[in-house]
């Protein structure tokens, strides 16, 4: 297999964009190999520059349920470009999603649109600030809510749960009110509440995605909830990645735990900019123009995203036996690695969430991010090289969830256990 097209296109990148990507994961860095350039993609395939062909696991991160270039989706973005491509002005397309999510999701009474998931998080942050009056946040060690400055954040020394910046060019100012706490800990939760009485949110991804897949137990969701209530605190779900993907009515339908706020993205947008940030009417009321918290955006509730994501998620809501389809298929999958793995003397951990699946080379259950560093990364390097080659496109990152889209049949899924049997056999007889 020649991946001599890539190799050159990212050579001419990197001379021209910072890394030779617009976004860090994609460079492969972590498994290493070059990233490859794609030029299309068709169902549950993509094809990269030098004609090879694979099954795509990754799915843009997550937009993708129904796999690349759905009919559907592709058909009302046709018609929407020829009606124009921005207006800055509303259109019926906003409250058309609008009434769509707001009638899947309990928690969200009103919705305002952005164009990411970062956007929705920076704004539902500001949002809770604005509405408790109060600047401290507590984020969970291992979460990602995008790349905004306050969430930007890692361990402080010794005992502190307050944050220092995860990046240069984040002054530490802006993450003094960022407070962390480790995931499916609540002790440490109530630490950060006995270090500050001034807590805005806590934001947590209640199926966490960004440290392979580890959902949060329904116990820790529930003691959250009561912690928050106690204080006068909101509680943020971010389901930027699990939103749809999980469940079609959010984390809140299987852990009975209500949010106050949640930020969706990913699949919201089929594959179109969306992000999206909804919750209880009186919290809303707050956001600009209706009340005082300011947020804004010259292509928000873009016309062709809306018909995208309307598209996506009516289908979605038509055919809500599609996330216990896929999680059949997601199930198949990581349980039939996990066997070919096993008979190698290979230890794997594994899970799925509807469509989410992620799978670990580790001993122990994970449980938070500590433990999913635990993992064999080395390990996880040479099976996501030895799987490309085989045709099977998997995240690039041990700390990515993989996504089963509709157009992955159960032959598929077959042969990638197949093919990842080969791959163990080769990694340890070698
Ligand atoms: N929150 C979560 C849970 C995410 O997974 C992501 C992206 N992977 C974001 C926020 C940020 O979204 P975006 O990349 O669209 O800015």
Known sequence: ???????????QAQDLIPGGVNSPVRAFSSVGGTPLFIAEGSGAYLTDIDGNRYVDFVQSWGPLIFGHRDEAIESAVIDAVKHGLSFGAPTQAESDLAQLVISMFDSIDKIRFVSSGTEAVMSAIR???????????VKFTGCYHGHSDSLLVQAGSGAATFGNPSSPGVPADFTKHTLLAEYNNIESVKKCFADSSDIACVIIEPIAGNMGLVPADKEFLHELRALCDASGTLLIFDEVMSGFRATINGAESITGVRPDIVTLGKVIGGGMPVGAF???ADIMAK???????YQA????GNPVAMAAGLAAISKLKKNAQVISVLNERAKRLVEGMRKEAESCGIPMQIDTRGSMFGFFFNEKPVKNFADA????AQLFAKFHSKMLQEGFYFACSLYETGFISTAI????IEDTIKA???????????
């Open 1 to 11: 297999m020649s991946v001599d097209g890539s190799l050159k296109a990212f050579k």
């Open 127 to 137: 949002l809770a600030r604005g509405y408790t009056g109060r600047d401290d946040i």
């Open 278 to 280: 909804g919750g209880r």
């Open 287 to 293: 956001l600009s123009p209706e009340g005082p918290v």
């Open 297 to 300: 955006g010259t292509l928000s």
């Open 373 to 376: 560093c635990n993992s064999d």
């Open 409 to 412: 049949t159960d032959e598929m």
């Open 420 to 430: 990842s049997a080969k791959v163990f056999k080769e990694i340890t007889n070698n």
